[in-house]
């Protein structure tokens, strides 16, 4: 298993580097960021469902119901949290300044291992850390920007943003030492967080306009591929390897969206934007090449 980690982490960043294919169309539609990740949830925690009943009924016990916490943590606190502060950055900001305050998230992790997990800190970490967010800056095209102001509150909440997006690694981790499956931990995370949103939209309503304006397979793929796989993918992953190791190499995910707003969106390319594609592939090939320590998760 631990030599197929890596690939479900990175299969888990290119899946959510594919968000932008979805968001363009359904956001054209009139449906608001709070609606697309209920939607999303909701259809996931459906596809669920049936999932774990034929896999095993024992993946939805939850061995003690203090470690809900840890869901509430992954659900509310990392993808509800992160996606909010995630949404208001760009308003405040721009997409290119608020992708690359998320990527502050491998540094985060990096910071909070060391004090949760014991985690040893070392030189090739920090080099690879700081490889993967200036490679995350060019590959933004942030260095383009010739005259641009950003709001204090836009920079607070890009930042916040990265905090909540390290978070799943961090209750993910704490999930993962409890003997819960990756399947139990995406269920329950998707869970907590439809319930959550569920009071922040008008559900009928809501599913009546997806109906009236037949959206319901785009919502169900940009359920699918940018949720439910990439999760579990996700998940998997950080059974079998560090949490700073898996946040690292999910930041393919900004690089998956560089190039797919090239091929796809007729976005430009710049020299700035190849040399942080490399930046972060070369990251990444650092970490799945590193010795694993003695003490690896």
């Given at each position: 298993?631990?030599?197929?980690?890596?690939?479900?982490?990175?299969?888990a960043?290119i899946?959510?580097?594919?968000?932008?294919?979805?968001?363009?169309?359904?956001?054209?539609?009139?449906?608001?960021?709070?609606?697309?990740?209920?939607?999303?949830?909701?259809?996931?925690v459906?596809?669920?469902?049936?999932?774990?009943?034929?896999?095993?009924?024992?993946?939805?016990?939850?061995h003690?119901?203090?470690?809900?916490?840890?869901?509430?943590?992954?659900g509310?606190?990392?993808?509800?949290?992160?996606?909010?502060?995630?949404?208001?950055a760009?308003?405040?900001?721009?997409?290119?300044v608020?992708?690359?305050?998320l990527?502050?998230?491998?540094?985060?992790?990096?910071?909070?291992?060391?004090?949760?997990?014991?985690?040893?800190?070392?030189?090739?970490?920090?080099?690879?850390?700081?490889?993967?967010?200036v490679?995350?800056?060019?590959?933004?095209?942030?260095?383009?920007t010739?005259?641009?102001?950003?709001?204090?509150?836009g920079?607070?909440?890009?930042?916040?943003?990265?905090?909540?997006?390290a978070?799943?690694?961090?209750?993910?981790?704490?999930?993962l030492?409890?003997?819960?499956?990756s399947?139990t931990?995406?269920?329950?995370?998707?869970?907590?967080?439809?319930v959550?949103l569920?009071?922040?939209?008008?559900p009928?309503?809501?599913?009546?306009?997806?109906?009236?304006?037949?959206?319901?397979?785009?919502?169900?793929?940009?359920?699918?591929?940018?949720?439910?796989v990439?999760?579990?993918?996700y998940t998997?992953?950080?059974?079998?390897?560090?949490?700073?190791?898996?946040?690292?190499?999910?930041?393919t995910?900004?690089?998956?969206?560089?190039i797919?707003?090239?091929?796809?969106f007729?976005?430009?390319i710049?020299?700035q934007?190849i040399i942080?594609?490399?930046?972060?592939?070369?990251?990444?090939?650092?970490?799945?090449?590193?010795?694993?320590?003695?003490?690896?998760?």
């Amino acid at each position: 298993m631990k030599s197929m980690a890596w690939v479900l982490v990175l299969i888990a960043g290119i899946c959510w580097g594919s968000i932008g294919l979805f968001t363009k169309r359904i956001t054209v539609l009139g449906f608001s960021e709070m609606e697309m990740l209920f939607v999303k949830m909701a259809v996931d925690v459906i596809l669920l469902i049936p999932m774990l009943f034929l896999k095993d009924k024992k993946l939805f016990r939850i061995h003690n119901i203090t470690d809900i916490k840890y869901f509430i943590g992954t659900g509310i606190c990392s993808f509800v949290f992160f996606s909010w502060c995630y949404m208001k950055a760009i308003n405040e900001t721009s997409l290119a300044v608020a992708a690359v305050l998320l990527y502050t998230a491998p540094a985060i992790v990096m910071i909070l291992s060391i004090f949760l997990f014991q985690e040893k800190l070392t030189k090739k970490k920090c080099i690879v850390v700081a490889m993967t967010f200036v490679g995350c800056i060019c590959v933004t095209g942030i260095l383009d920007t010739q005259t641009a102001a950003y709001s204090v509150k836009g920079i607070l909440f890009g930042i916040c943003s990265g905090i909540g997006y390290a978070l799943y690694s961090i209750f993910g981790t704490f999930a993962l030492k409890k003997q819960y499956p990756s399947f139990t931990i995406t269920f329950y995370t998707f869970l907590t967080a439809a319930v959550f949103l569920l009071f922040m939209v008008r559900p009928l309503e809501l599913f009546q306009r997806i109906t009236q304006q037949g959206v319901w397979i785009e919502m169900l793929l940009f359920s699918v591929f940018t949720a439910l796989v990439p999760y579990l993918c996700y998940t998997k992953g950080l059974s079998a390897m560090q949490a700073s190791k898996a946040s690292v190499l999910a930041t393919t995910e900004p690089v998956v969206a560089s190039i797919i707003g090239i091929a796809v969106f007729c976005e430009g390319i710049s020299w700035q934007k190849i040399i942080g594609i490399l930046l972060v592939l070369g990251g990444v090939l650092l970490r799945i090449t590193e010795q694993p320590e003695k003490q690896e998760l």
